[in-house]
């Protein structure tokens, strides 16, 4: 942990007995309202947005996260700085947090259980331990019954060739741990190309996966709760640049047909999981069928829409079902185009704001991180239009003018 004294709690106790949601247990019990302290493993920009939606409700919010410049730290009431398995800051975040979330799903699932004996925790160990390993969450999809596209596991060099024979080529090889927009995948045509990627991840253990030809990705956000109401917000249309998404539209152009299948099958993931939260199901569109990509159990980029185009963003949702409250309405209000600014734009001379911000129907959402990289995320802007069409063309424009 940081050596520098942490910020004590204002105005509250350090204890889950300051919620006013009745007497004190090691679950919480619910509604937990405004006044708590709420938790959050992960200070980037997702825990950032919780932060700043948790704090305009009324709560307090500890922000445990190694990094000393962490975006959400610097807007929580405190922040602890330390690893996700030390067990003072785990300790401390237990004893004063009524209930804790986590932004991102490669948190170690010992501190998640290990936080769940004194505080309440979602969404579970149990469905983040799945969702942050490729391998056991195909296995799982497969398991119960929901389509993706043909894959084979890969846990040393020796599994290549029966993978390689029952998925055929083209196919991409994706390690199965903390690969992320785009990172830890490569592209394979033949059995040499194959074992050159594996030998690139060193070795890990890894999903072969068929190459198939989309028609278009998709994406449903929703928010479960612990009597298993389920809250769906709009599909979003995807597009992916280099493996990170470049741009969300929403309405998504597809088929009525094609948003209730998104809408019925994101809700049967979330059921099948027994989920409490906020998580997300990135889909594929392959020959007019859905197949699933993945999981991600928490807000997700592709819904950053919502923060300006329905009267529930996905933060708030995040904090009412960790709170134990009802979902939020998840109406959208206007048609939207989100797009990512990356780390990219703050090349030759840095983005161009004012070509921006000279749109009084964009919102502009930047993060607070202090180093730009190629390829990291820095912000994003939603263009809101009565006509959809519209608000994706001046995203696009926007997007090059930065």
Request: charged share 20%; glycine share 10%; with cysteine.
């Amino acid at each position: 942990m940081s050596s520098k004294p942490l910020p004590v709690l204002r105005g509250a106790s350090d204890s889950p007995r300051a919620s006013a949601g009745g007497t004190a247990s090691p679950r919480a019990a619910l509604p937990i309202l405004p006044g708590a302290t709420l938790g959050i493993l992960g200070g980037g920009q997702l825990g950032r947005m919780f932060t700043v939606a948790a704090r305009t409700l009324g709560y307090k919010v500890m922000v445990l996260d190694p990094d000393p410049a962490s975006p959400a730290g610097q807007m929580a009431d405190v922040h602890l700085q330390a690893g996700y398995t030390d067990e003072a800051a785990l300790d401390r975040l237990a004893q004063s947090c009524a209930a804790v979330t986590t932004e991102f799903e490669n948190v170690p699932a010992a501190s998640l259980i290990a936080l769940a004996e004194h505080c309440r925790v979602a969404p579970g160990a149990g469905a983040v331990a799945i969702a942050q390993d490729r391998s056991h969450e195909k296995s799982w999809l497969a398991q119960h019954g929901f389509a993706t596209a043909p894959f084979a596991l890969v846990y040393s060099e020796g599994d290549l060739d029966a993978a390689l024979a029952e998925v055929g080529t083209p196919a991409l090889l994706k390690v199965a741990r903390f690969g992320y927009d785009g990172k830890g995948q490569a592209r394979v045509e033949t059995r040499d190309s194959a074992r050159a990627a594996l030998r690139e991840f060193g070795g890990q253990p890894c999903v072969l996966e068929a190459y198939v030809k989309l028609d278009g990705e998709v994406s449903v956000v929703l928010a479960r709760n612990d009597a298993g109401e389920c809250a769906l917000f709009p599909v979003a249309e995807n597009r992916h640049v280099d493996g990170i998404l470049d741009v969300s539209l929403v309405p998504a152009r597809v088929s009525a047909s094609i948003v209730q299948q998104a809408q019925d099958l994101a809700r049967a993931v979330a059921d099948a999981l027994g989920y409490v939260g906020v998580m997300a199901v990135e889909f594929f569109l392959v020959e007019g069928r859905l197949l699933i990509n993945e999981i991600a159990p928490r807000p997700h980029n592709s819904g950053h829409y919502t923060l300006d185009a329905c009267v529930t963003d996905q933060f708030e949702q995040q904090v009412r079902v960790l709170a134990g409250l009802p979902p939020g309405d998840t109406r959208l209000l206007s048609p939207v185009a989100m797009v990512n600014i990356l780390g990219d734009r703050w090349q030759n001379g840095g983005p161009h704001w004012a070509a921006l911000l000279a749109h009084p129907n964009v919102k502009l959402h930047l993060y607070g991180k202090e180093t730009a990289r190629p390829g990291r995320k820095m912000g994003h802007f939603n263009v809101l239009d009565a006509d959809a069409a519209a608000a994706l063309k001046l995203a696009e424009a926007l997007r090059d003018a930065l």
